[in-house]
T-cell receptor, first 111, second 113 residues
Framework: EDQVTQSPEALRLQEGESSSLNCSYT??????LFWYRQDPGKGPEFLFT???AGEEKEKERLKATLTKKESFLHITAPKPEDSATYLC????????????FGKGTLLTVNP | DAGVIQSPRHEVTEMGQEVTLRCKPI?????LFWYRQTMMRGLELLIY????????DSGMPEDRFSAKMPNASFSTLKIQPSEPRDSAVYFC???????????FGPGTRLTVL
């Protein structure tokens, strides 16, 4: 059974203080790793898909990286508007798009 | 495009009642997903459709849950009879040929008393 563990559960940063969120996974044949952002009371917003170890994707202050065991979401010089829950999900094996999600990291960026 | 549209946004019902949740995906998207989110279990896939055909319903908890997609612009998730443990936020999502859920709706918060 696929497993996804995100850490830390919650992270509080000061504006401009860079940090990283971790997503560790155990799957039988990774086909894709996905990052989403979720604001309170809203549905998740797709950010990135990573397919193979060594791959990196960037979007504004966010950069996602992937190894064979984990993915990191690096946040550079965060702003208060980056506050949200960040979710990681994996797709493994088969052709069905059944993602397994982690519980998320709640990021709070204080001004 | 208005994005994925879900209705109702909030539903409060009593145990044993039938509940119907509705979703309008983004026009042109081939995949439609129904997810459930709770604090304990996080986001879980219930069922997804490709070109209106159910592909994987292994996440549907039990026979009380059913989903339909009669056309490319409409889907329903029905719970009959509802139970308190069904209380959660239900999300609908759609995507194009990428397959994985790309655009989520705002969700329906269901409370079963």
């Amino acid at each position: 059974e696929d497993q996804v563990t995100q850490s830390p559960e919650a992270l509080r940063l000061q504006e401009g203080e860079s940090s990283s969120l971790n997503c560790s996974y155990t799957v039988s044949g990774l086909r894709g790793l996905f990052w989403y952002r979720q604001d309170p009371g809203k549905g998740p917003e797709f950010l990135f898909t990573l397919y193979s170890a060594g791959e990196e994707k960037e979007k504004e202050r966010l950069k996602a990286t992937l190894t064979k065991k984990e993915s990191f979401l690096h946040i550079t010089a965060p702003k208060p508007e980056d506050s949200a829950t960040y979710l990681c999900a994996v797709h493994s094996g088969g052709s069905n798009y059944k993602l397994t999600f982690g519980k998320g990291t709640l990021l709070t960026v204080n001004p | 495009d208005a994005g994925v549209i879900q209705s109702p946004r909030h539903e409060v019902t009593e145990m044993g009642q039938e509940v119907t949740l509705r979703c309008k995906p983004i026009s042109g998207h081939d995949y439609l997903f129904w997810y459930r989110q709770t604090m304990m279990r996080g986001l879980e896939l219930l069922i997804y459709f490709n070109n209106n055909v159910p592909i994987d319903d292994s996440g549907m908890p039990e026979d009380r849950f059913s989903a339909k997609m009669p056309n490319a612009s409409f889907s329903t998730l029905k719970i009959q009879p509802s139970e308190p443990r069904d209380s959660a936020v239900y999300f609908c999502a759609s995507s194009n040929t990428q397959g994985a859920p790309e655009f989520f709706g705002p969700g329906t918060r269901l409370t079963v008393l």
